[in-house]
């Protein structure tokens, strides 16, 4: 059962970096450029949305492995911690008026992945 709960959680991953380095890099860029922040804060912004693609592009990879490779489960524990802490401030920012997160699949994508690597751990 582990083996497909991270599989799951695997292409979760690879799915969202697709999605958010592809489509929702695009839509965000747009956002940014269209601000009156200065360049640097622009492109520190950007900085941080590729980051994140990276993040969730590792963290599939990862999980992948581990499916195949049970002796390197201790790689699935950095992962769900920071998919369960990345939802929690999500919803913490949810919690303390920003709703239009709640319309972004951020937390739930999260929460699934770090739901799904615990339950599979």
């Given amino acids: 059962m582990s083996f497909y709960l991270f599989l799951i959680a695997a ?32 492109t520190i912004s950007a900085v941080t949305w590729d980051i994140f693609t990276i993040m969730l592009l590792v963290s599939g990879g990862c999980l992948g492995f581990v499916a195949f490779n049970a002796q390197a489960i201790w790689m699935a524990y950095p992962i769900m911690l920071i998919n369960l ?29 770090g739901v799904l690597t615990l339950l599979a751990v």
């Fill in 11 to 42: 292409a979760i991953c690879f799915l969202s970096a697709g999605v958010h380095g592809i489509w929702g890099r695009g839509v965000y860029l747009g956002f940014i450029s269209k601000t009156n922040l200065p360049i640097r804060e622009k």
């Fill in 85 to 113: 802490l990345g939802a929690g401030v999500f919803f913490a920012m949810i919690a303390t008026g920003r709703k239009e997160l709640i319309a972004l699949p951020g937390a739930y994508l999260m929460s699934a992945i």
